[in-house]
């Protein structure tokens, strides 16, 4: 059904022959979270794949003039060191936004992109360092990824601590509402598609943010 209703949206799914669709399978009792189970293969693509992808995008492009690609890595081998310099190069040479959503192992691949969104706790990681909840701490670990990564516009989200957002002339920290957490499931992904989609729209630091804050609470 969804591969039918995608292609009229100019949307579709590329499938792989013996490759099995990522499941999760999430167990709660009394409200609490106690453990997901998941079923997913971690193997890297190939070099066809990578290229039939960007055939995929270039037709898009073509046809549709896209704004941005989201690059969302889930370590699960759809992005991976072979392919990610290629995507990137791509992307640019099409003059297509890049907005990165990353995992911890490929990290430092995503050079010269648009827009760079990692977690706390990735960038910590990555930065080798915790990163304090203030304005200076934030500021300064957004400046750190920006010297290596060559970014436009960095995100870090933070969790019960809101959203940061920062590019070349703005700063801008917007608190989360406090709220019950059971099972966080996608707000992740519901930031980065938001986030972008402001981003592209042109919306000022503080909107983006404001939106990011409320997508990312929605799913919480």
């Known amino acids: 059904m969804i591969e039918e209703v995608l292609p009229e949206k100019g949307q579709g799914i590329i499938t792989l022959k013996g490759r099995i ?3 999760k399978t999430r167990v ?3 409200n609490q979270h106690v453990v997901r189970i998941d079923h997913e293969e971690h193997t890297d ?7 039939q992808l960007m055939d995929y995008i270039a037709d898009i492009h073509k046809n549709n003039k896209l704004d941005a690609v989201i690059l969302q890595d889930y370590e699960k081998g759809m992005l991976h060191h072979a392919n990610i310099p290629a995507f990137i190069e791509f992307l640019n040479e099409c003059g297509i936004r890049i907005i990165v959503d990353p995992k911890d192992k490929n990290f430092w691949m995503y050079r ?3 827009l760079f969104k990692p977690n706390r706790k990735e960038a910590e990681k990555a930065i080798g ?3 304090p909840m203030t304005e200076d701490a934030l500021a300064d670990a957004a400046l750190l990824l920006e010297s290596r990564l060559h970014n436009e516009v960095t995100v870090i989200t933070l969790s019960e601590y809101g959203i940061y957002i920062k590019d070349a002339e703005n700063k801008v920290w917007r608190h989360s509402e406090v709220m019950e957490v059971i099972d966080v499931c996608g707000a992740g992904d519901a930031v980065i598609g938001i ?3 402001a981003y592209c729209a042109g919306l000022p630091m503080p909107q983006i943010a404001l939106l990011g804050n409320i997508a990312g609470d929605c799913l919480w």
Request: hydrophobic residues 45%; proline residues 0%.
């Open 45 to 51: 693509i190939g070099n066809d794949v990578s290229l």
């Open 112 to 114: 010269h992109v648009h």
């Open 21 to 23: 669709t990522t499941t």
């Open 28 to 30: 709660v009792a009394h």
């Open 129 to 131: 360092k915790k990163i």
């Open 195 to 197: 986030v972008a989609a």
